[in-house]
């Protein structure tokens, strides 16, 4: 049957309709994200400003995560998600089967994903017939940490507020090669509590003002860098697999705060952090043994 044919494309829509409705039930099933990223919502968090015309030029399918205006009716993978869009999609679905193609879509990049402007029937449809890429016009977005198509929802949240702490303290200009990575939500906002206080501390001890590029530098050199180098020379973080540096220096800062509370005096950080390793080693312990016990029942 030839392939611009309506009946051809309809069934062509239907089959893409099913496919979306099992992506979306296995999404659930397993807890993974399977909705289109809003553009504006990682516009808000990343701040954008300003982008720069690129021109038209390759995109590839599976850079593709998000939309403008019209992430609610394609999931991730750009399958359709209401029957209502029956009628544009195979119209699109003939053209580019037939003379016509498919013309350049309209894309927003950041990072190395992007996000359609114009064009998301385009890209359905461009997807449903297995093409590695699509021609757009592109505009880009700088931003000071990249983000990349693997991302969940969760960890562009956090590249966002990594990119909005860089913007604050410009410590990536500062201290250049210093990764302060995370893997939850909301830990930026700790560290910049941290270098509040330490400003306020500093300038209570010395009662002159201390600007806030010099508060930042100095937190990194006699706070946050003595840790990570212990962290390092003790091999700590091998105890926390799946976690970064800086997880486990607010960790030991948390901890130690803990501690101090139940003791009532002061607690150097390397016993913080040698505590926290025990607590963690013998909570892993008792769960073994439950394991084993189950066994043996």
Same mark, same amino acid.
Request: hydrophobic residues 40%; negative net charge; charged residues 30%.
């Given at each position: 049957?030839?392939?611009?044919?309506?009946?051809?494309?309809?069934?062509?829509?239907?089959?893409?309709?099913?496919?979306?409705?099992?992506?979306?039930?296995?999404?659930?099933?397993?807890?993974?994200?399977?909705?289109?990223?809003?553009?504006?919502?990682?516009?808000?968090?990343?701040?954008?400003?300003?982008?720069?015309? $690129?021109?038209?030029?390759?995109?590839?399918? /599976?850079?593709? +995560?998000?939309?403008? !205006? @019209?992430?609610?009716?394609? %999931?991730? &993978?750009?399958?359709?998600?209401?029957?209502?869009?029956?009628?544009?999609?195979?119209?699109?679905?003939?053209?580019?089967?037939?003379?016509?193609?498919?013309?350049?879509?309209?894309?927003?990049?950041?990072?190395?994903?992007?996000?359609?402007?114009?064009?998301?029937?385009?890209?359905?449809?461009?997807?449903?017939?297995?093409?590695?890429?699509?021609?757009?016009?592109?505009?880009?977005?700088?931003?000071?940490?990249?983000?990349?198509?693997?991302?969940?929802?969760?960890?562009?949240?956090?590249?966002?507020?990594?990119?909005?702490?860089?913007?604050?303290?410009? $410590?990536?200009?500062?201290?250049?090669?210093? /990764?302060?990575? +995370?893997?939850?939500? !909301? @830990?930026?906002?700790?560290? %910049?509590? &941290?270098?509040?206080?330490?400003?306020?501390?500093?300038?209570?001890?010395?009662?002159?003002?201390?600007?806030?590029?010099?508060?930042?530098?100095?937190?990194?050199?006699?706070?946050?860098?003595?840790?990570?180098?212990?962290?390092?020379?003790?091999?700590?973080?091998?105890?926390?697999?799946?976690?970064?540096?800086?997880?486990?220096?607010?960790?030991?800062?948390?901890?130690?705060?803990?501690?101090?509370?139940?003791?009532?005096?002061?607690?150097?950080?390397?016993?913080?952090?040698?505590?926290?390793?025990?607590?963690?080693?013998?909570?892993?312990?008792?769960?073994?043994?439950?394991?084993?016990?189950?066994?043996?029942?």
């Amino acid at each position: 049957m030839d392939a611009t044919n309506p009946n051809r494309a309809m069934a062509d829509f239907r089959e893409a309709r099913r496919k979306a409705k099992m992506q979306d039930i296995m999404a659930r099933i397993k807890g993974q994200p399977a909705d289109l990223l809003s553009f504006d919502d990682v516009s808000q968090n990343f701040r954008l400003e300003g982008g720069s015309a $690129l021109g038209v030029q390759d995109i590839p399918l /599976d850079s593709i +995560v998000g939309s403008v !205006g @019209r992430y609610h009716d394609f %999931n991730r &993978q750009f399958l359709p998600r209401r029957d209502g869009l029956a009628r544009r999609w195979t119209n699109v679905q003939r053209g580019a089967e037939g003379l016509v193609g498919l013309p350049p879509i309209e894309a927003y990049k950041i990072g190395d994903v992007y996000f359609v402007v114009d064009g998301n029937h385009r890209v359905s449809v461009a997807r449903q017939m297995e093409s590695p890429a699509i021609q757009g016009k592109v505009t880009e977005f700088k931003t000071r940490i990249p983000i990349s198509p693997e991302d969940s929802p969760d960890e562009i949240i956090i590249k966002s507020e990594y990119a909005t702490f860089l913007e604050k303290t410009n $410590l990536d200009h500062w201290r250049p090669g210093t /990764d302060f990575s +995370v893997t939850a939500p !909301g @830990r930026m906002w700790v560290l %910049n509590t &941290q270098i509040e206080a330490f400003r306020f501390l500093k300038m209570q001890e010395s009662g002159q003002d201390i600007p806030y590029p010099d508060a930042v530098t100095r937190w990194h050199d006699e706070v946050y860098l003595p840790v990570i180098e212990a962290i390092r020379e003790n091999g700590i973080l091998r105890d926390f697999p799946g976690r970064t540096e800086t997880d486990l220096y607010l960790w030991i800062f948390q901890h130690r705060a803990e501690m101090e509370a139940q003791l009532g005096w002061d607690v150097n950080l390397e016993a913080a952090a040698l505590n926290l390793i025990a607590e963690q080693s013998d909570s892993a312990e008792r769960v073994v043994a439950r394991g084993s016990e189950k066994l043996l029942d």
